[in-house]
Nanobody
C-alpha cells in the first residue's frame, strides 16, 4: 500500500524557514521521481519542485528559486523541501507526490503571516 506522509508545516513569520518532510512507503522510492506541489485557497494546485530518483535533476518553480531546496534521502525513503525566506504568498497546503504512481500525500499546511 502506497503511503506518503508529509510533516513539518506550521505557522511562520515572513522571512522565516521551514523544512517539510515526506516519508514514503509501499513502493520503490529510490527509483521514483518525487515532487512537491502546493495549493493556496481559491487557486489551482501548482508544482513547486521535483527531484529525480538519484537527485541528479532538481527543478524548482520560478517563484521559489533561490529560496527553496528539494532533496531526498533514499536510505530513509524521505523527500524534503527546505523553505527559506518565506513570504505570505507561500501560504498553502503542500503535497508530496510520487510521480510514477501519481500518488499524493494528505498535505501539510504552511502559513506565513506576522
Amino acid at each position: 500500500q502506497v503511503q506518503l506522509v508529509e510533516s513539518g508545516g506550521g505557522l511562520v513569520q515572513p522571512g522565516g524557514s521551514l523544512r517539510l518532510s515526506c516519508a514514503a512507503s509501499g513502493f520503490s522510492f529510490s527509483t521514483s521521481t518525487m515532487s512537491w506541489y502546493r495549493q493556496a485557497p481559491g487557486k489551482e494546485r501548482e508544482l513547486v519542485a521535483h527531484i529525480t530518483s538519484i537527485g541528479g535533476t532538481r527543478n524548482l518553480a520560478d517563484s521559489v528559486k533561490g529560496r527553496f531546496t528539494i532533496s531526498r534521502d533514499n536510505a530513509k525513503n524521505t523527500v524534503y523541501l527546505q523553505m527559506n525566506s518565506l513570504k505570505p504568498e507561500d501560504t498553502a497546503v503542500y503535497y508530496c507526490h510520487a510521480v510514477p504512481l501519481n500518488s499524493w500525500g494528505q498535505g501539510t499546511q504552511v502559513t506565513v503571516s506576522s
